[in-house]
């Protein structure tokens, strides 16, 4: 008896803008699980697809919301966080999450980034950190190693870069998690459990950046970063009691643990606008 | 229960304050802001009076997430609005241009200062009008209002709102220190006299293929589908073809471009606000704006009183310009004066409509021009006759 191996309708074609294929990442990209983890949280969120919003800036990752058949915002560099925050203001009962890069969050957007930790506005943020600025050609970004190359950078990386977990830990986010893009399960999992859970969130996902990051720095291949991840991520706790700042840096030219997990999940009050009744009440 | 939304009766108001009243009347229900002397009172009431009406106050990290805030508000359907002054403004621009593109209204009022950089906090000025104008990157269309009193301060807002929803752009309301901080009359209509103009809403269902930014009408204006309503819509600052799909062709942005450009040519007149005093038999008309158009007109009141023809037109619209009444004008009269705080901006665009002389009265802002220069050049024109230099400095 014969079998069909190839499904006519692929479960997440709903989510998907099929006629905007094919996308721009480049080959070896680890966007494109991330997207995936995204529409597949999406459909086991029990939440209508209609109410569901995706933001973002601008870069590689920014471009995932012209890709996903949802109500998508791509504003301007570095500020979907607070273009989220007012539609999500307005209108509690939608499900707002922006997805971009680690370039537009925390460089040009960094200070929009810790001020909704801070405030614990109920958003959900997927940041795409693949040390670098990939959609420019591979200059040097806010999580960049010491001593990288890249394009702004031909002698190595003078500066420290952010340690993104511990700065939103640190500014008071609800939920911080990091994973890297060989854990699609678990970027899945804490995507759908940030929806369920009030106040903002965080995720942070290492991906792979063949052509913009790894050409410059000896990681050429995107499968080959793929293998690293595996050969040197282990799972750890609560920061700070379980894990130090310090296990939280990122080298992948350095043969040291890359520290993943969920790091914060915290009770924080929610931020909600002043309301007249409760005050009166 | 009475109404909180809309104070209807007679009040001595606060210029900032009768914004404030003017956009909760006009139906804003989200603010976000950034404190920024002389504005800072239409925050500080918008923090008291939109819990009244089930509304959201924010009070955001910089101007550059206020706007932003206002922007994503208003894409989920809600009348949005930020106040600043200059410096301010200067940082909203990007996103000035990102609202444009994407057709997203949203209200920003101006109450200006003296400048560049951060200038005279507390002191007045007119010097932003060009950046309301053109301080965004690139071609587009907006509108602009400039209040000379807390009663237009109410009014234009009102407009502001209706026009920037009427038509998917941005408007600002160009105020200054003067007319933002003075306390003066206001009345506020009963609620159902409040001009209210809706947003063009998509009249297919969601399955339908909707094309978001397809303008059918003559006025170049597509209905606008807000967030959550399940017509799955892409929103970008890129170059976007009728479904809000990026396209990078020169083809795309030129259509969409000159669309974005036209559409505000187009429905001028529908935005486009001045008033004459004394024009009929004028012979030399002086222009101005906001509180400086409270001097010019004591200082016309006064020529006529010497015998002298002058009048006034204020210039309630800055943008689109009211080019129409000075063509009108241009053939009975023998110059032009434009009376403004800066040193030098609506003058160019004056000179742009007339071949008559035109006599600019300046100050570069931090104080009133008195009616005393604006009379000065007036009597000069009318005894010398000719023309008797561009430029006039104000002793003010």
């Not at chain 2, 922007?71 to 000035?96: D, K, Q």
Request: glycine share 10%.
């Amino acid at each position: 008896m014969a079998h069909t191996l190839v499904a006519e309708k692929h479960p997440l074609d709903e989510l998907i803008r099929t006629d905007r294929m094919p996308h721009i990442w480049c080959p070896g990209c680890g966007i494109g699980i991330v997207m995936r983890c995204y529409a597949q949280a999406i459909l086991e969120s029990g939440i209508p697809v209609e109410r569901h919003i995706i933001v973002s800036g601008i870069g590689c990752a920014a471009r995932t919301p012209g890709y996903m058949n949802l109500d998508s915002y791509h504003t301007t560099h570095g500020r979907p966080i607070p273009f989220a925050t007012g539609l999500k203001l307005v209108k509690p009962e939608l499900t707002v999450t922006v997805f971009s890069g680690d370039g537009d969050l925390a460089a040009i957007g960094g200070n929009h980034l810790i001020h909704a930790a801070r405030r614990n506005v109920d958003i959900k943020v997927i940041c795409i950190n693949n040390f670098n600025y990939g959609m420019t050609g591979g200059q040097v970004g806010p999580t960049t190693p010491v001593g990288a190359r890249t394009t702004t950078t031909p002698y190595g990386n003078p500066e420290q870069p952010f340690n993104l977990p511990y700065l939103l830990a640190a500014a008071g986010a609800n939920f911080v998690s990091r994973w890297t893009a060989i854990h699609a399960r678990q970027v899945k999992e804490d995507i759908l459990y940030a929806f369920r859970k009030p106040g903002f969130a965080f995720i942070e996902v290492l991906a792979p950046c063949p052509v913009g990051f790894g050409r410059s720095n000896n990681i050429d291949e995107g499968v080959e970063e793929m293998w690293l991840y595996r050969r040197r991520c282990v799972l750890a706790g609560r920061i700070p009691e379980e894990t130090p700042w310090e296990a939280l840096q990122v080298d992948l030219r350095e043969e040291r643990p890359i520290v993943v997990g969920r790091f914060v999940d915290g009770e924080h009050p929610v931020f909600r606008p002043v309301r007249l009744e409760d005050k009166l009440s | 229960m009475k109404s909180r939304a809309v104070l209807t009766g007679e009040h001595f108001m606060h210029g900032d304050h009768a914004c404030t009243e003017g956009a909760i009347a006009a139906g804003c229900r989200f603010f976000a802001g950034y404190p920024i002397t002389p504005s800072t009172e239409i925050a500080e009431r918008m923090a008291q009076r939109l819990p009244e009406v089930d509304g959201v106050f924010i009070q955001m990290e910089d101007e550059i997430a206020s706007i932003l805030a206002i922007v994503g508000a208003s894409a989920a359907g809600v009348r949005s609005m930020s106040a600043t002054s200059g410096p301010g403004f200067s940082l909203m621009m990007e996103n000035i241009g990102l609202a444009v593109m994407m057709e997203i209204p949203i209200v920003i009022v101006d109450v200006q200062r003296g400048s560049p950089s951060t200038g005279l906090p507390t002191l007045p000025g007119q010097a932003d009008v060009m950046q309301a104008r053109w301080g965004s990157h690139g071609d587009y269309g907006i509108a602009a209002y400039a209040p000379w009193s807390p009663q237009e301060m109410f009014d234009l807002t009102v407009l502001a709102f209706n026009v920037a929803d009427r038509f998917r752009i941005p408007v600002m309301v160009m105020s200054d220190e003067v007319v933002g901080h003075m306390v003066e009359r206001v009345v506020i209509p009963p609620e159902e006299q409040i001009p209210r103009w809706e947003r063009k809403r998509p009249t297919v269902p969601p399955e339908n293929g909707f094309r978001p930014f397809l303008a059918e009408d003559n006025d170049l204006v597509p209905p606008l589908a807000h967030a959550g309503e399940g017509y799955r819509v892409h929103f970008t600052g890129l170059t976007h073809d009728e479904r809000g799909y990026p396209d990078m062709s020169a083809e795309t942005h030129h259509r969409l471009v000159t669309r974005l450009v036209e559409k505000v040519r187009r429905n001028a007149d529908t935005m486009i606000r001045y008033e004459g005093y004394s024009l009929e038999d004028a012979r030399i008309v002086v222009i101005s704006y906001g509180c400086t158009a409270r001097s010019a007109r004591r200082a016309v009141a006064q020529a006529r009183a010497a015998g002298i023809p002058a009048g006034l037109l204020r210039l309630i619209s800055l943008w689109p310009f009211p080019e129409k009444p000075l063509r009108e004008l241009a053939p009975q009269t023998e110059a032009f004066i434009v009376a403004e705080m800066n040193l030098g901006q609506m003058i160019c665009e004056v000179e742009r409509y007339v071949a008559q002389p035109v006599i600019g009265v300046n100050h570069a802002g931090g104080a009133m021009i008195p009616p005393a220069p604006i009379l000065d050049a007036i009597e000069e024109v009318a005894t010398r006759g000719a023309y008797i230099g561009r430029r006039k400095a104000s002793a003010g």
